[in-house]
C-alpha cells in the first residue's frame, strides 16, 4: 500500500520540487525584457479600467494577453494597496513589481503543468504522461522562456490543456468537458490571437471527426458544447468585449497581420540581417533549441511508429501542430519563442518513442536502458541548465558547437538578459549613475533615473559618456560618423557570448 502510494506521488512531488528550483531562484533578476516593460503599463492600464469602469481600455494590445496582464495586474495593485508610498512606478520599485509579477505568472504556470499532466495521463496513461510533462518542463529553452514576463508559455499550456480536452470530448461526450474545453479554448485565444486556430480547428477537423463517428446531430451538440462556453468565457474574462466586442475582435486580427505579416521582424539568419526569415527558421531553430535526448526520442518514434498506440490520439495533435508550424511559417514576422508550442507535442512523440524501444527490451537491458536515460538527463538537461544558469534562455544544442557557432547561424537578441549584472558592473567601473545611452532603453529604463539614460539612434552624443550595445548590435551611424569617438572599455559575457559591450567617450 505505502510502496503503490510513493509510486504514484513521489514523481509528482519530485516535479513539482524541481519545476521550483528551475524557476524561483534569481527569477527577479535574470533579466527585464522590453515587451516585459510594455506589459508592466499595459497591466497597470488593464487595473485602472476595471477599477473605473473604462471597460474599453482593458484592450491593451492585439495579442491581446488579457490573461498575462489578469495574472500580473491584480498581485500588484493589491501591493500597492499594502505599500501606498509605492503607488506610481519608478526606478527604485520596479523590481519589486517586477519579481512579484514574475513569481505570479510561474505559478500559473505550475498550476497548468499539473493540469496537462492530470489530462494527458487519461489518455496516454500515468507513467508516459508524467515522462512528457517533465520532458518538455525541462528543456532547457522551455524553462528559460517560462522564466520570462511573458505569454508565451501560458499560451502554450492553456493551448495544449485545451486540445487535451478537447480530445477527451471527441472521444467520449459530456457536457462538463465542453465547458472547460471552451473555458481554455478563451484562455489560448485571449493570451495570443493565434489561440483562436484551436477554436477553428475543434470546429472543422473535431466536428468531423464526431460526425463521422456518430452523426450530424452529435457533430452538431458538440460544435455547440465548446462554442457557447467559449463565448460565454470570452466575455466573461475580458470586459472589452462588453463595449465593442466586433471592433475589439476586428481589431485584433487587423493589428496582428500589420504587424506579423507586414512588418516583419529582424532576425541575424547565417549572419545576414532580414525582416522575412525563410520558411527553414524555425525547423532550424527548433533544431538549435532542442535537446538530444528530446531529439533521440524523435527518431526512437519515428522508428517505431507502425508499433505505436494511442494512433488516434497522435494523429489528433500531429495534425494541428504541424498546420500551426506551417502557418506560423507563412508570415514575415519570426519569433524563437513562437516555436514553444511545439515543445509540448515533441515531448508526447519523442516519450511514446523511448517506451516504445523500452518495451521491446528484456530485463537486463531494460536496466541498462535505465542508466543510459539517467545519464542522458544529466547531461543533456541537467547540465545544461546548471551550465546556463541563471539565464537558460540562451540555451543552444550541442550538436552546433559552442553558443558563439549557433550566434553566427541564428543570432540571439540581448532581450534584457543580465540587465541587473550590467547595471552592477557600470556602478562598480564608473560610478553611480552615469550617463549611458542603449538602442533599446526600455530594460535599462525600468531600473535607472530616466534623466540619465539616452537613445543612441536619436540623441546627441555629447548628452552621454558611455555607450552599451546588446548582442549582435552595431554601432548606429549617428555615433560612428560622429567627430567624437567612442572606444570600446569593457565586455560582460554570459554562455561564452559577449553579450554587453561597453563604450565610453574619448576624452578630447
Avoid at 528530446?294 to 511508429?305: E, Q, Y
Avoid at 494541428?320 to 511545439?342: E, Q
Amino acid at each position: 500500500m505505502l510502496q503503490a502510494k510513493l509510486t504514484k506521488y513521489l514523481p509528482i512531488a519530485l516535479l513539482l520540487v524541481f519545476f521550483l528550483l528551475t524557476r524561483l531562484p534569481y527569477l527577479g533578476y535574470d533579466e527585464i525584457n522590453p515587451d516585459a516593460v510594455n506589459w508592466h503599463n499595459r497591466s497597470e492600464q488593464f487595473i485602472v479600467g476595471l477599477k473605473t469602469h473604462d471597460w474599453l481600455r482593458t484592450y491593451q494590445h492585439y495579442h491581446p494577453a488579457v490573461t498575462l496582464m489578469w495574472i500580473m495586474g491584480v498581485p500588484i495593485e493589491i501591493l500597492k494597496h499594502l505599500s501606498p508610498a509605492d503607488r506610481v512606478y519608478n526606478h527604485v520599485n520596479f523590481e519589486t513589481f517586477h519579481i512579484v509579477a514574475k513569481v505570479s505568472v510561474v505559478s500559473v504556470q505550475l498550476i497548468l503543468t499539473f493540469i496537462v499532466f492530470y489530462l494527458l495521463a487519461q489518455i496516454i496513461g500515468y507513467n508516459k504522461a508524467f515522462f512528457a510533462t517533465a520532458l518538455f518542463t525541462f528543456e532547457p529553452f522551455f524553462i528559460g522562456n517560462s522564466r520570462l514576463l511573458h505569454m508565451d508559455i501560458l499560451f502554450t499550456l492553456f493551448l495544449l490543456s485545451a486540445l487535451l480536452l478537447l480530445y477527451l470530448q471527441i472521444d467520449k461526450f459530456s457536457y462538463t468537458k465542453g465547458i472547460w474545453s471552451g473555458l481554455f479554448l478563451a484562455l489560448a485565444f485571449l493570451t495570443k490571437s493565434v489561440g483562436i486556430s484551436a477554436l477553428l480547428y475543434a470546429l472543422t477537423f473535431g466536428a468531423v471527426y464526431v460526425y463521422k463517428k456518430n452523426s450530424a446531430k452529435d457533430a452538431l451538440k458538440f460544435i455547440l458544447s465548446v462554442f457557447i462556453p467559449f463565448v460565454i468565457f470570452l466575455f466573461l474574462i475580458f470586459p472589452a468585449m462588453w463595449v465593442k466586442p466586433v471592433w475589439v475582435f476586428v481589431n485584433i486580427f487587423t493589428e496582428g497581420y500589420r504587424v506579423g505579416v507586414e512588418n516583419g521582424h529582424g532576425q541575424l539568419v547565417f549572419d545576414e540581417y532580414t525582416r522575412n526569415a525563410s520558411v527553414i527558421f524555425y525547423p532550424l531553430l527548433l533544431l538549435m533549441r532542442t535537446s538530444p535526448l528530446l531529439l533521440a526520442g524523435l527518431v526512437l518514434f519515428l522508428f517505431f511508429v507502425k508499433k505505436t498506440d494511442n494512433k488516434r490520439f497522435l494523429l489528433w495533435l500531429s495534425i494541428y501542430f504541424i498546420g500551426y508550424l506551417v502557418v506560423m511559417s507563412l508570415p514575415s514576422k519570426k519569433v524563437d519563442r513562437y516555436t514553444l508550442p511545439m515543445y509540448p507535442y515533441l515531448a508526447i512523440l519523442a516519450t511514446v518513442g523511448f517506451f516504445n524501444l523500452y518495451a521491446i527490451l528484456n530485463q537486463s537491458k531494460k536496466i541498462a536502458f535505465k542508466l543510459v536515460m539517467f545519464c542522458a538527463i544529466a547531461v543533456f538537461i541537467a547540465y545544461p541548465y546548471i551550465q546556463t544558469y541563471p539565464y537558460p534562455f540562451l540555451y543552444t544544442s550541442p550538436l552546433f558547437g559552442s553558443s558563439a557557432n549557433a550566434n553566427k547561424i541564428i543570432g540571439q537578441k540581448s532581450f534584457g538578459i543580465g540587465i541587473h549584472d550590467l547595471k552592477t558592473f557600470i556602478f562598480s567601473k564608473y560610478g553611480y549613475y552615469p550617463k549611458i545611452a542603449f538602442l533599446d532603453t526600455k530594460p535599462m529604463a525600468a531600473i535607472y533615473m530616466n534623466s540619465r539614460i539616452f537613445d543612441a539612434r536619436i540623441s546627441s552624443v555629447n548628452n552621454y559618456n558611455i555607450l552599451v550595445l546588446g548582442i549582435n548590435e552595431e554601432l548606429p551611424s549617428n555615433v560612428s560618423e560622429s567627430k567624437i569617438p567612442f572606444i570600446k572599455d569593457a565586455s560582460i559575457y554570459i554562455y561564452g557570448l559577449e553579450y554587453w559591450r561597453i563604450y565610453v567617450k574619448k576624452a578630447q
